[in-house]
């Protein structure tokens, strides 16, 4: 499971350096390659290179490369989109907005037992998603978040809470982040969503549960 993770990032980070790069090099030419869908990307490069036959001779076997990759990591994103559909954990996971394959099997992998936690609200400030304190003499300053533990869960439910908040379906957890947003601001809110929904899912684990979208989940012990 952490395998096919990490095989996905090392795939993903190369397809999206290669494109950098290709920009970057068309730039130098002044050529701007601009806000582009994926699909049209390898069509605009040959596009702006047409009329420069070294830049195209450049360019070509970059694009190649990037059409390998592209292929690769499609092929990865289904078996990790198969991987979270067969595991049950994975699947109830899912059952939560703004929690794709991704999320849940970077979840379950890092977490790996629930047990380990004696209380779902530990799980939070294990991955890093506490605020720091400086604590000296007579002061006790609340700061950013530690970001202890496992960095790679931290970004995907930080990545989980900012779908829900932007493009997830209304539900009391949304609701909710969108009142911290208001009185604490966006950033704030994310973090502190982020972090309520690394116990939700803890709970849905431990209970065998899936998201309740209109109720409230209990609080966590």
């Not at 990032?9 to 601009?34: D, M, W």
């Not at 289904?78 to 059952?95: F, G, I, N």
């Not at 794709?100 to 530990?122: E, I």
Request: hydrophobic share 45%; aromatic share 4%; proline share 4%.
């Amino acid at each position: 499971m952490r395998a096919l993770l990490s095989a996905r990032k090392a795939v993903q980070k190369g397809f999206i350096t290669l494109e950098l790069s290709l920009r970057g090099l068309l730039r130098n030419f002044g050529l701007k390659v601009g806000a582009i869908s994926r699909g049209r990307f390898e069509h605009r490069i040959r596009e702006l290179t047409a009329d420069n036959p070294m830049l195209f001779a450049a360019t070509e076997p970059m694009l190649r490369a990037r059409a390998s990759l592209r292929q690769e990591l499609a092929g990865l994103e289904r078996r990790v989109r198969q991987l979270a559909q067969d595991d049950p954990v994975c699947h109830r996971l899912m059952s939560m907005p703004g929690v794709g394959a991704v999320v849940a099997l970077t979840y379950r992998s890092a977490v790996d037992d629930p047990s380990r936690f004696t209380s779902s609200k530990k799980v939070g400030p294990w991955v890093g998603l506490a605020p720091s304190r400086n604590q000296s003499g007579e002061r006790d300053i609340s700061g950013g978040i530690t970001k202890a533990g496992d960095v790679n869960l931290r970004r995907a439910l930080c990545q989980a809470a900012t779908v829900m908040m932007h493009r997830g379906r209304s539900t009391w957890l949304r609701t909710w982040a969108v009142q911290v947003a208001r009185r604490r601001g966006a950033k704030r809110a994310m973090v502190a969503l982020a972090r309520r929904i690394s116990v939700i899912l803890h709970r849905i684990w431990v209970e065998g549960t899936t998201f309740q979208s209109e109720v409230q989940a209990p609080q966590a012990t």
